[in-house]
Each structure stands twice: as C-alpha cells, then as structure tokens.
C-alpha cells in the first residue's frame, strides 16, 4: 500500500509541478521571457517541485489556520457572553457540514482517474493509501491551532487535542455512510454535486452554528467531550467498514465520468451545455435598437433566464431574511439595540455580502462562452470605439440584474434601522440605501473590467490566466478583511459611494485605452 502511495504522490506532484509552470508561465513579464522548452528543463522542474511542497504544507496549515482563526475565532466578537460555548458550538456543527461537503474520497479528480485507469493501480490500495494521508493531514493540520484559539478561548486542553480527531472521526463517519449507501443501492456520491439534501443539512448547521450562540444556547465542554469521545469511537469501527469495502474500482468508475472530470469533456464543456439550455433562442426575440446597443439586448434577452434567475432568488431570500430580522427585532429588545449598533458601526460587513451575491464574474463568462469567443475573431471588434461602446452597454446591464437584489437589500437596512430605534442623522437612511446600491454598482464594474484587460479564458472557455485568478482572490481577501472593519455608518458610506463612482469612471478610461491589447482569446 505505501508503494502504491509513493506512486500516486509522484503522479499529483507531477501534475502540480507542470501547473506551476505553466502559471508562472502566464504572467505576463515573465511570458516573455520563459520559453516553453523550459517544460524540460531540471531546474525548472526542481523549483516546481520545492513550490509544489510548499504548496502542500500549506494546504495542511495554512487553510485551516484561516478556517479557525476567520471562521470560527473571528467571530467570537459578535457573541459577548460564553465565548467558550461558543467557539464549541461553532465548531461542532461547522464540522458536521464540513464532512459532508468535503470528503476527500468522493472527489473526482484528474489524478484518481488517471491512477486507477490509465496507470491501472489497485483501486483499493490507492484509495485507501491517499485517504489515510488526508485523514493524517486534517488531525495535523488542525491540531495546532485548536490549541491555540481553543485556549484563547478558554477552552480545557484536552478538548483542543480532541477537536482535530472530531472532525477527521465526522469525516470517516460520513465518508462510510457513502460507501455502505452505493453498496446498498448503487448510488455514488460526488462533493462536486451535492444532492439537495445535503445542501439542506449544511444550511441547517450555518444556522445552528451561528445563531444558538447568538440567543445564548451553546455545547458545554462536558457535552462536546460526549460528543467527540463518541464520534472517534464510531469513526474507528468506521475504519473497518473502509478497509474492507471491496468495491472500489465499480465505484470510481461511476463517479471518474465523463461529466465529472475533464477527460474528453471538461468542466467548461459541461457549463457550456447547462448554459446553452437555458438560452431562448425563439424568432420571437428582437431589439429596435441599433449597433452595438442591438447586440448586447439580443443577448440580454436571450439570456435572461441565466442573467436574472439566480439575482431574483437572492432578492427573495434577502427580502425573507430582511423580514425574519425586523420581527425578531420586534420581540427581543436586546437583539433590537445589537442590530442598530450594527447597522450604524458595522456597514463595512456588507462590502462582502455583496461581493457573495453579485453575478458579475458569472455573467462575464457567460458572455465569453455565447459570445466573444466568437467575436474576438474579427478585428473590428476589438478595436478601442468598438470595445468602448459594448463596454458601455454590458455595464448598464450587468448593473441592472445585480440591482434586484441590491435594491432589496438598500432598501431593508433603512426599514431594519427605523424600526431598531432609527437615528439621529435622518441622512444615514439615505447613505444606507446609495452606499448598497454603490457596492453592487462597484462590482459589477470591477468584474467586468477585469474581464477585459485580463480576459482569462481560452477557445475552450478554460480559464488561463494566473493574473486573472491573483487578482480576483486578491478582490476576495479584501472583501473578506471588511468583516473586521468598523467604521460609523456615514463616513463609510460617502468614502464607498466615491469610491465607486470614481471607480466606474477610471475603469471606462482604463478599458478605452487597454482592451484593445489585452482583450483577446488566450491559447
């Protein structure tokens, strides 16, 4: 079995070491100079392969020093009393979720099916030898920063070192419910598409996680010890169950697809199709306008469904949440003066909210796919008074499917406001409402403007550019860091309201300029 490890680890390090490469490659001073011959050289290879460890230590500490420190500390501000129950309470249903959306074992991959079907390794030995690996990762990873924001939390030492064993014991658990349900009934299970039923358990546990805490019911350590003690006794007779499945190869061929890995059809295929459905493609759909006006509605219309579904069910959901906020407001006078506190120190909190909901990046591809990978075969439209006034269009269109539910949105935080006991600046209802709409508004520019000077995808509608993919993580990082921020309501409203007309303007200058060198169809 440890060969068998050695082998497949040799096979993904191979795989990673040519995408670094390769994404070195595509920053674009470096582009120039790297030639392609370097694929063979040794030193090249040898500088991939000290990235690519790097890389793996820091997806054993790094990502949960992030998880436990943002998601699960980072939050300990919003609960005032008991922070020990609960950092317990967050992390216990966090990790229930957590198992069930990453398992590592039913993840299709590019490297497990070349492994099991192409290299034919033994599908058990494979499997079980990588599984073990990733359990062994999450205890490791974990452990230290358990204790150190456990302890911070107060939390007995003994519960800190349980906690990693927890959340690899929830993943055994889950993990074995999946193999003893396809043996049963033959149905596998891919985290890449979760069932219904398993997007309704996660939420389910989001809403526990976050809220009992929030109305002063938490897991005492005592409890979290039952708890845990039982999951890692379940978890090892688990174990069991996993070493001597003996249907591994029948499995991985149901869930190594065509549909789900990028073998003969890739992901991008895949979206394309789910896209192309969706499109109206009946005679009845036309425009009176006219140039580049006529062929953004046609494609606005066509794509509606895509465009204006998901903004509409986002709308809906912030109008019930909005209306669940203001009934609770109504009943609990302490959670009433917590949300006017919030509204009036904390709008830095929706910076991201907005960024999560916005559909910017989504329908820049769709664009892409449908559209420009077509037309950026022909020169006229790239030329700058082309891209200019498509550029144009595109914004006032992708401003208004991301202003349903920004205008809910703008409009439910004045109302939660007055009826939390209002304030004395009658103008903070107003800067509430612009600042929200100038959120969505930004970023529907930024997408868009990235897009076009850093278009990304190629032919195939993969995305190619290792610049396209910094700056949008880096455009998260920030988003992310506004839930720390606090700032009076007024004065960061105005610098956000600004801030994104400046923006707005600066990008139609930017795109005149540049688009015409750097929006085109990569290889």
Known sequence: MFETFIQSFRLRNAYKVNTVIYSIKQIPIIKRILPDALYKSKALKIIGTIISIIWELCSIFLGKLI????VIFGMMSLYEANQTGAFITIFTFLTIAGAMMNTYMFNPTKDKYYAMFIMRMDAKKYTLSNYTY????VIIGFMPFTILFGLMSNINLGICILMPFYVASAKIMFSTYSLWKYKKSGITINENKPIKFIWGIVGICLILAYGLP???ITIPQLGFAIIGI???IIGLICIWYIKNFDQYREMYK???????INVQKNAQDIAKENVHK?????EGITSNKKGFKYFNDLFVKRHSKILLKSAKRTAAISLFIIAIVIFATQLNGEFRTKVNELLMNSLPYFVFVMYLINRGQVITQAMFMNCDHSMLTYSFYKTPKSILLLFKERIKSIVFVNLLPAIVIGLGLPTILYFTGGTDNIYNYLILFVSIISMSVFFSVHHL?????LQPYNISSETKSTTYSIASFLTYL???YMLQVKLPTTYFGIGTILFAVLYSVVSLFIAYKLAPKTFRIRV
Not at 67 to 70: D, E, G, K, M, T
């Open 67 to 70: 998880y436990v420190a943002a």
């Open 134 to 137: 990733s359990i062994i990762k």
């Open 214 to 216: 929030y109305i002063g």
């Open 230 to 232: 039982l999951a890692v």
């Open 254 to 260: 149901e869930i190594l697809t065509d549909d789900n």
């Open 278 to 282: 969706q499109i109206d493609i009946s």
């Open 449 to 453: 403007v990235l897009y076009y000077l």
């Open 478 to 480: 920030v988003c992310y």
